[in-house]
């Protein structure tokens, strides 16, 4: 996981994308957040890059982190 907004680039508070794993500020992003979401939260990138009828495309190894893209 990373450590800074991909947005502004600095550390802070952030809210995680449960696809990607990027890190987000809540006020970086367009619109802004209020909370952290409860849900499995997904960054802009990964909603607009979703196919219908494919659910995940990450293999297991990729999310334990033993095999990295």
Known sequence: MEDHC?????LGDM??????????H???LSPPLDDV???????YICQEHQIEG???CVDDQEKTGTKIR
Not at 6 to 10: E, K, L
Not at 18 to 23: A, D, P
Not at 37 to 43: G, H, I, K, L, V
């Open 6 to 10: 991909r947005v502004c680039y600095r």
């Open 15 to 24: 809210v995680v994308c449960e696809m990607c794993n990027g890190t987000y």
């Open 26 to 28: 809540l006020a970086c």
């Open 37 to 43: 979401p409860e849900y499995d939260w997904q960054c």
């Open 54 to 56: 494919v659910i995940d």
